[in-house]
């Protein structure tokens, strides 16, 4: 059973659109929403993270927005740069256990 | 601090052999993990340890796969016979918990080849 669903498995923006990267989760017990960013040949590292208390978190180009009677949430990158092609990762957290989404591969072209 | 540390970086073994993968967590963290990543199943938590104690193995896929930690600065993930469907990519991730979510620091990985 998937409890962490993420969408899509890839997508391609042209630098300086939006990315839209979105995750539902199942289990109401989450109290802690990080995304994480990962090159290829490195693991991945937190890159923001939001609390189901607040409905939106933004750092710098990066938002996240979150809708707890839905149980989804999204990423936005703002102005997306050929720097930010990676994989992106979505999870959900309670004290010391993650729960991973599957992943998006985003592409940005130059 | 140099991050979380794994060794070997690659590793590539025939059906049958044993396969031991190592981790050094960063100094002062509390919590050690063991994932496996894979194109299908994505990132998946294997088992995590507590102040060096397991407290969650319900992902270790079966009992070929163990997993130990001796101190705090060390820990091994033993495949035992290994198999080709063990291929994939295995992460440690260390954190330091003081009552609410740390932030998981990752390793760079070990590639595992099982032939």
């Keep these: ?110 | 601090d140099a991050g979380v540390i794994q060794s070997p970086r690659h590793e590539v073994t025939e059906m049958g052999q044993e396969v031991t993968l190592r981790c050094k967590p960063i100094s002062g963290h509390n919590s050690l993990f063991w994932y496996r990543q894979t194109m299908m199943r994505g990132l998946e938590l294997l088992i995590y340890f507590n102040n060096n104690v397991p407290i969650d193995d319900s992902g270790m896929p079966e009992d070929r796969f163990s997993a130990k930690m001796p101190n705090a600065s060390f820990s091994t993930l033993k495949i035992q016979p290994s198999e080709p469907r063990d291929s994939a990519v295995y992460f440690c991730a260390s954190s330091f918990m003081s009552g609410a979510q740390g932030e998981q620091y990752f390793g760079p990985g070990t590639r595992l080849t099982v032939t």
């Design chain 1, 1 to 110: 059973q998937q409890q962490v669903k993420q969408s899509p498995q890839s997508l391609i923006v042209q630098k300086g659109g939006i990315s839209i990267i979105n995750c539902a989760y199942e289990n109401t017990a989450f109290d802690y929403f990080p995304w994480y960013q990962q090159f290829p040949g490195k693991g991945p590292a937190l890159l923001i993270a939001i609390r189901p208390d607040v409905s939106e978190k933004k750092e710098g180009r990066f938002t996240i927005s979150f809708n707890k009677s839905a149980k989804q949430f999204s990423l936005h990158i703002m102005d997306s740069q050929p720097g930010d092609s990676a994989t992106y990762f979505c999870a959900a957290q309670r004290d010391d256990k993650i729960i991973f989404g599957k992943g998006t591969r985003l592409h940005i072209l130059p």
